[in-house]
């Protein structure tokens, strides 16, 4: 299986803060990487899919970047509503896989 | 408005047995591969189990094969697990997820998701 680590596993951050998380796979998973919000007892939110591509109606402050191995997901400016947990996820192999998480609390 | 319901939750013994239904509407539910995904307390996320659009293709995490069953209802718009053989590290909320694309084959991106249902496997 691919592995996925996220760092860090959590921060503390301001809102109006630019805030980067980082998510490495274990072997090249080309673009094939997708990054979720979750909040405390919702469902995981789609932010991004292949690395870079917006989901409809997400804003603009989000942005995910990398191939291969390397990856990042970066919030240009923390709003009070993007406290959550971040979790990134391979869809390159099977099965797929997530990241252990990245919970962004309020400094 | 798409979206998907599940239900079925509920406590049960160790080895015991539970069925997971997932209600979907707002989308043509046989042209979409479906998928369960597992949060165990204070975890992240964990594929369980995949389907095609017709039922024919199934895969499963090498933690569930051979105890859980993943199908559907075309007619009922309707996605199943039956787990069995249950454990207590089987314990989690349970969330069925629609694939992005649809027709043909699967991407493993996951825009739509339920609201999750929680098993507990507790005696």
């Known amino acids: 299986d691919i592995q996925m680590t996220q760092s860090p596993s959590s921060l503390s951050a301001s809102v109006g803060d630019r805030v980067t998380i980082t998510c490495r796979a274990s072997q090249s998973i080309s673009s094939y990487l997708n990054w979720y919000q979750q909040k405390p007892g919702k469902a995981p939110k789609l932010l991004i899919s292949a690395a870079s591509s917006l989901q409809s109606g997400v804003p603009s402050r989000f942005s995910g970047s990398g191939s291969g191995t390397d990856f990042t997901l970066t919030i240009s400016s923390l709003q009070p509503e993007d406290f959550a947990t971040y979790y990134c996820?391979?869809?390159?192999?099977?099965?797929?896989?997530f990241g252990g998480g990245t919970k962004v609390e309020i400094k | 408005e798409v979206q998907l319901v599940e239900s079925g939750g509920g406590l049960v013994q160790p080895g015991g047995s539970l069925r997971l239904s997932c209600a979907a509407s707002g989308f043509t539910f046989s042209n979409f591969w479906m998928y369960w995904v597992r949060q165990a307390p204070g975890k992240g996320l964990v594929w369980v189990s995949r389907i095609n659009g017709d039922g024919s293709r199934t895969a499963y995490a090498d933690s569930v094969k051979g105890r859980f069953t993943i199908s559907r209802d075309n007619a009922k718009n309707t996605l199943y697990l039956q787990m069995s053989s249950l454990r207590a590290d089987d314990t989690a909320v349970y969330y069925c997820?629609?694939?992005?694309?649809?027709?043909?084959?699967?991407?493993?991106?996951?825009?739509?998701w339920g609201q999750g249902t929680t098993v507990t496997v507790s005696s």
């Open positions: 997820a629609r694939d992005a694309q649809y027709g043909g084959s699967y991407t493993a991106v996951f825009p739509i």
């Open positions: 996820q391979q869809s390159y192999g099977t099965p797929p896989t």
